[in-house]
T-cell receptor, first 115, second 114 residues
Framework: AQKITQTQPGMFVQEKEAVTLDCTYD???????LFWYKQPSSGEMIFLIY??????QNATEGRYSLNFQKARKSANLVISASQLGDSAMYFC????????????FGTGTRLTIIP | NAGVTQTPKFRILKIGQSMTLQCTQD?????MYWYRQDPGMGLKLIYY???????DKGEVPNGYNVSRSTTEDFPLRLELAAPSQTSVYFC?????????????FGPGTRLTVL
């Protein structure tokens, strides 16, 4: 089974609207972390936000928030008030087991913001 | 801090040639990683290291070798390049902390094998 599933290959969103990028994960490890990275067309990987499996509250970083639903094994990224500069590939990733820092990535969602 | 640096940025190899992709970080991170990203796909882990002198295989190690003689450097060696190794290669580093430690990525090396 896929460890990280991103079911939206591409999304188009009007500027200033909010957008939710879906991510579901599969693990039997009680201790894990979930990450979102942004990859603009220039190619670099930019860290956006992190959620630990034991965190009680959803993570937020500026316009980014992570909608963490542990029972459903989902970790959706919410971008509020989207901007043209948000157009990029977005990857969800999971780290299993404290001390083992390997990341498993999803296949990504290409987000395009329409003016 | 320069962060994570990778050289070269681009490279074209002929089938059967060898090369080393260089990766250096100046953040004193103990963990370092090599990923490859094929077109339209996510990143897949090739090798990783938890400290100088310690390396381990990731998901797709075949055709590659690594070494970690210092904390700063983590070179990736391709022996006998094959067209299937055409990809973008990312090096990354991180601390090992109880909190959600992000991985810091280099700018990538775009490799084409013809």
């Amino acid at each position: 089974a896929q460890k990280i599933t991103q079911t939206q290959p591409g999304m188009f969103v009007q500027e200033k609207e909010a957008v939710t990028l879906d991510c579901t994960y599969d693990t039997s490890d009680p201790s894990y972390g979930l990450f979102w990275y942004k990859q603009p067309s220039s190619g670099e990987m930019i860290f956006l936000i992190y959620q630990g499996s034991y965190d009680q509250q959803n993570a937020t970083e500026g316009r980014y928030s992570l909608n963490f639903q542990k029972a459903r094994k989902s970790a959706n990224l919410v971008i509020s008030a989207s901007q043209l500069g948000d157009s990029a590939m977005y990857f969800c990733a999971m780290r299993e087991t404290f001390g083992n820092e390997k990341l498993t990535f999803g296949t990504g969602t290409r987000l395009t913001i329409i003016p | 801090n320069a962060g994570v640096t990778q050289t070269p940025k681009f490279r074209i190899l002929k089938i059967g040639q060898s090369m080393t992709l260089q990766c250096t970080q100046d953040m004193n991170h103990n963990y370092m990683y090599w990923y490859r990203q094929d077109p339209g796909m996510g990143l897949k882990l090739i090798y990783y290291s938890v400290g100088a002198g310690i390396t381990d295989k990731g998901e797709v190690p075949n055709g590659y070798n690594v070494s970690r003689s210092t904390t700063e450097d983590f070179p990736l060696r391709l022996e006998l390049a094959a067209p299937s190794q055409t990809s973008v290669y990312f090096c990354a580093s991180s601390y090992n902390t109880p909190q959600g430690n992000e991985q810091f990525f280099g700018p990538g090396t775009r490799l084409t094998v013809l």
